[in-house]
């Protein structure tokens, strides 16, 4: 991803990496902060678990050149992945997936090292749950939805949703 961005020009505005609950998702952050910002890419990144809709949100806001976000979706637990939000705050085409891919089987092909030296200098730690919050408020009437006497169960369990839903409710 980060040679994708680098050879298209996407890294004035800097990229968004985030994780959800699953296994090993804040290492693989951490990684990908320290690849993308030793390679000259402005990184903003949260240490809190973060769902998709959010991570697009921050790329739409910020105006961002895309976002990596390390999640399995709805998968089941077990598995793992990464999705790469574009510039539109959607996620990567299907060709662009392809030559994200593509990248990925040269560089192992290749044995080339991947230069991971963070740089400090380019990383933005940001709370996105502060803006999406009030974005939600300022759009959907939960007094509305809180009167209106309807029963509504949640049960997020170890989701990313944690933190979000009970919170804005």
Known sequence: ?????????????????????RFLGEKFSELAISIL?????????????????????????????????????????????????NSSGSPALPETTREIENKIQAIIVSSRKVKE?????????????????????STINFDLIRDSKVKIIFAPLYGTGRGYLNQLL
Do not use: M, Q, W
């Open 1 to 21: 991803i980060c040679d994708l961005l680098v050879e298209n020009n996407l890294t004035e505005n800097g990229i968004f990496v985030c994780n959800d609950s």
């Open 37 to 85: 910002s030793g390679n000259g890419i402005k990184v903003f990144y949260t240490d809190k678990e973060t769902p998709v809709p959010v991570a697009s949100y921050e790329v739409i806001t910020r105006n961002l050149d895309g976002a990596i976000n390390f999640t399995a979706s709805s998968n089941s637990a077990e598995y793992n992945g990464i999705k790469f939000t």
């Open 117 to 137: 030296l963070r740089n400090d200098k380019l990383c933005f730690f940001i709370d996105p749950k502060t803006t999406y919050f009030e974005k939600l408020r």
